[in-house]
């Protein structure tokens, strides 16, 4: 009798935790910039992350998950900072995701670290993020990783005579990344590098740096601007004339977006970048993804900024399958660390090590399609390729 009075108490308060458990969703705090100068990168992101959300359920493991999307506004990291303090002490986060931009993500790591969650870097770019907190891991890419494939490919393609360049690169992390790396590569390859310029992080005018550009008259311009500055740099290397002086653009890919290269004009035609990332990636999955991304967008094409928050909800969405419902930040980190999966933007892995993304990068071509659609076409690949570093 007694043997069950106790069996039954057990059961019950094993009742009572489930209940208690089930009711405590799995919170993943999501902050990124959706007013200011970076909008468009809050827009791709949430719409990635809502995605994955739409496909695959809001319950994991037994365990409901709430995406708590927060606007930091872009440009203050002492404001991003705040925010990831919040969610993880009044909102109880169990993982904080997103970092439109470098500064942001370096300013949160500390809360990463102190909380002991894990924080999805699904946006910013600059190769020492991930050194900043042992609980960072990254969806994204880093620059230096996108940068020295198309150094490469200046001096080794057959097609277009590249001996010199002049760099232009957003004055801040992930340009000086860029800038680093570019001349590195290709001063190695033999290249010779004119000038290395800088232009402001925030709000830029690039018509007198273009206008230098013009004077110098390298073989090509190398520009790495973050996402949503590409249509200004496209429009001013138009309107000063510059591919008419024989100067070739090529880039990262963030400067031809997919999402604004419906509205960027003709210009764009023949731009040679790398990325990780094309809505043209010839692959049943992207196909489908693209085909879904614009079904629940009203028509927008998914960019890298989309993926890279897809992907990093699906970082989450596979820790907490793998890791259980009771997992502790260690515990899903744990878990991230050596995870692969086919992306959209093909097969990727996250380094067990470094805890930083491995993937492809494909060389492409901004072209028009049959259909009168202009897409960065990809010709070329470096496979699985690790962050060089600067
Ligand atoms: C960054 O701030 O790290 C960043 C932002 C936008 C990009 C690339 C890098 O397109």
């Not at 090509?220 to 138009?238: D, E, H, N, R, Y």
């Not at 008419?244 to 990262?252: F, K, M, S, V």
């Not at 692969?340 to 990068?361: A, C, F, H, L, Y």
């Amino acid at each position: 009798m007694r043997k069950f009075a106790k069996i039954a108490l057990a059961a019950a308060c094993f009742a009572t935790a489930a209940v208690a458990h089930a009711a405590e969703p799995f919170k993943i705090g999501f902050i990124i910039p959706m007013t200011g100068p970076f909008a468009s990168t809050g827009k791709q992101a949430v719409a990635g992350a809502k995605l994955y959300m739409q496909q695959h359920g809001d319950e994991v493991a037994g365990r409901k998950v709430e995406l708590i999307i927060k606007d930091d506004g872009g440009v203050q990291p002492e404001t991003t900072k705040r925010i990831a303090q919040e969610l993880v002490v009044q909102d109880k986060v169990n993982v904080l995701a997103g970092f439109g931009l470098t500064p942001l993500a370096f300013a949160a790591a500390p809360i990463a670290t102190q909380a002991k969650v894990p924080m999805v870097v699904t946006a910013a770019g600059t190769s020492s993020i991930v050194q900043k907190s042992p609980y960072i891991v990254r969806t994204s890419m880093t620059l230096p990783q996108t940068t020295a494939p198309i150094a490469a490919w200046a001096r080794d393609n057959k097609d277009v005579k590249i001996d010199t360049a002049v760099t232009l690169v957003a004055d801040y992390g992930p340009g000086h990344d860029a800038e680093k790396v570019f001349v590195k590569t290709f001063t190695e390859k033999g290249g010779k590098v004119l000038e290395s310029i800088r232009s402001p992080m925030a709000n830029p005018d690039f018509s007198a740096f273009l206008q230098r550009v013009r004077d110098l008259k390298p073989d090509a311009l190398f520009v790495f601007v973050p996402s949503g500055q590409g249509t200004a740099v496209l429009k001013q290397f138009k309107e000063r004339n510059l591919a008419a002086e024989g100067i070739n653009l090529i880039g990262t890919g963030d400067m031809v977006e997919d999402d604004l290269m419906p509205s960027m004009g003709d210009e764009v035609l023949g731009i040679i970048t790398s990325h990780h990332y094309s809505a043209a990636h010839d692959s049943e999955t992207n196909k489908e993804f693209v085909k879904a991304f614009a079904e629940a967008n009203d028509g927008m094409r998914a960019s890298f900024m989309g993926v890279g928050a897809y992907d990093g909800m699906h970082l989450i969405y596979e820790a907490l399958k793998k890791a259980g419902p009771d997992a502790t930040g260690d515990e899903l980190l744990a878990a991230m660390k050596g995870m692969e999966w086919e992306s959209p933007r093909g097969p990727i892995r996250i380094d067990p090590e470094t805890r930083d993304i491995v993937q492809n990068i494909y060389i492409r071509e901004a072209k028009k399609l049959d259909n009168g659609e202009r897409y960065n076409v990809e010709f070329d690949v470096v496979e699985m390729f690790k962050d060089p570093g600067v």
